[in-house]
Antibody, heavy 120, light 105 residues
Framework: EVCLVESGGALVRPGGSLTLSCAAS????????MHWVRQAPGRGLEWLSS????????YYADSLEGRFIISRDNANSSVSLQMHNLSVEDTAVYYC?????????????WGQGTLVAVSS | QMTQSPSSLSASVGDRVTISCRAS??????LAWYQQRPGKLPVLLIH???TLQSGVSSRFSGSGSGTDFTLTISSLQPEDIATYYC?????????FGGGTKVQIK
């Protein structure tokens, strides 16, 4: 059974940084791209970033303006999202999701989400 | 950019419901549909524009290719109350549509 568990969500001050992690199990991790998606309170789903199975290629939403960095550790089946210069607009539940192939793919498996709250 | 319509709809139990999604670029069949019930995780319903995800009710179907896509619920049930999102995944950015909130009349 596929299992994705996010961690690292917290209350952070504007301008601060935070790193989210997602621990994966139940599948061959390096065979799947991984995605980060967020959902602000009362809002829709927003794709943030993806990393291919090998970690060779990474992709980001333009709206992030270079503030976030995605990475993965295939030896430990985990993916991370470093977030810098956070603003109140980054307040959301952050989900990691498994891609259906090693390149990108749709997301049939989601973690339970971790809450990031940015406030002074 | 992915444009969904309508943004919300209200229908009766048993009604046929159709949701549209338009891509601003040609995406072939790289289109997914998700259901998100209130307070729950998104659930993949359909991938590759028309392939039903394993375990999903056959009330759901998808069609389209290129830039215009449709999600159809053949007979609306109370458990279908949710927000539905389309997503392109041919290449980055993997943009989601704005969502369609489905309610029971």
């Amino acid at each position: 059974e596929v299992c994705l568990v996010e961690s690292g969500g917290a209350l952070v001050r504007p301008g601060g940084s935070l790193t989210l992690s997602c621990a994966a199990s139940g599948f061959t991790f390096s065979h799947s791209a991984m995605h980060w998606v967020r959902q602000a309170p009362g809002r829709g789903l927003e794709w943030l970033s993806s990393i291919t199975g090998s970690g060779t290629y990474v992709y980001y939403a333009d709206s992030l303006e270079g503030r976030f960095i995605i990475s993965r550790d295939n030896a430990n089946s985990s993916v991370s999202l470093q977030m810098h210069n956070l603003s109140v607009e980054d307040t959301a539940v952050y989900y990691c999701a498994r891609g259906s192939n090693s390149y990108l793919g749709s997301s049939g498996d989601w973690g339970q989400g971790t809450l990031v709250a940015v406030s002074s | 950019q992915m444009t969904q319509s309508p943004s919300s709809l209200s229908a009766s139990v048993g009604d046929r419901v159709t949701i549209s999604c338009r891509a601003s670029e040609e995406i072939r069949h790289y289109l997914a549909w998700y259901q998100q019930r209130p307070g729950k995780l998104p659930v993949l319903l359909i991938h590759s524009a028309s392939t039903l995800q394993s375990g999903v009710s056959s009330r759901f179907s998808g069609s389209g290719s290129g830039t215009d896509f449709t999600l159809t619920i053949s007979s609306l049930q109370p458990e279908d109350i949710a927000t539905y999102y389309c997503q392109k995944y041919n290449s980055a950015p993997l943009t989601f549509g704005g969502g369609t909130k489905v309610q029971i009349k």
